[in-house]
């Protein structure tokens, strides 16, 4: 990507080949994974851990795609930190739906093994607090995601509706 892309300063692309580095490695997507594989089967401090969990695998990968446009065009930091809020929100609304829906949905509505989490004694966020709570965590997640976006007024458009489909999919 950053070797083809013309016309664009330098310093734009370091910082956008910065961010992909961070969504990737320990502090992100890495890091996300093995406390996914070392918290197992303990229920302590779920939430906090599932937060972080998610916040560093799905909420990273999110943030980096969001956040590269606005670097590339040279975005104010007010317009990031916005940006910043709006994925992290939308990574964690994404993981909370696809937790209930490994519960609620069939194997053939989701295209992988349905069930899997609970049989695996993951913790969950329906674990935690159960599939309508969950359910309404995540709207309220999209719902500060999109309120993020409100000074950018249908330019901002395209990014709402990602948003609303995270809290609609079904698979």
């Known amino acids: 990507m950053a070797v083809k892309t013309q016309q664009v300063p330098a310093e734009r692309l370091l910082k956008v080949v910065a961010r992909l580095g961070h969504a990737v490695a320990a502090t992100g997507l890495v890091g996300g994974q093995v406390v996914d594989l070392e918290s197992g089967k303990e229920f302590k401090k779920l939430l906090e851990t599932l937060n972080f969990i998610h916040t560093h695998k799905t909420g990273a990968l999110l943030e980096a795609s969001v956040l590269s446009g606005a670097l590339l065009t040279g975005a104010p930091e007010s317009t990031l930190m916005r940006l910043t809020r709006y994925a992290r929100n939308i990574g964690l609304a994404f993981q909370i739906v696809d937790d209930v829906l490994d519960i609620t949905a069939t194997q053939a509505e989701l295209g992988k093994t349905a069930g899997k989490d609970v049989q695996a004694q993951k913790a969950t966020y329906p674990s935690l607090w159960g599939i309508?709570?969950?359910?309404?965590?995540?709207?309220?997640?999209v719902a500060e995601a999109k309120g993020e976006l409100a000074p950018f007024g249908e330019g901002a458009l395209p990014l709402a509706e990602i948003a609303e489909f995270i809290i609609a999919r079904t698979h």
């Open 132 to 141: 309508e709570e969950s359910k309404r965590q995540a709207q309220t997640l």
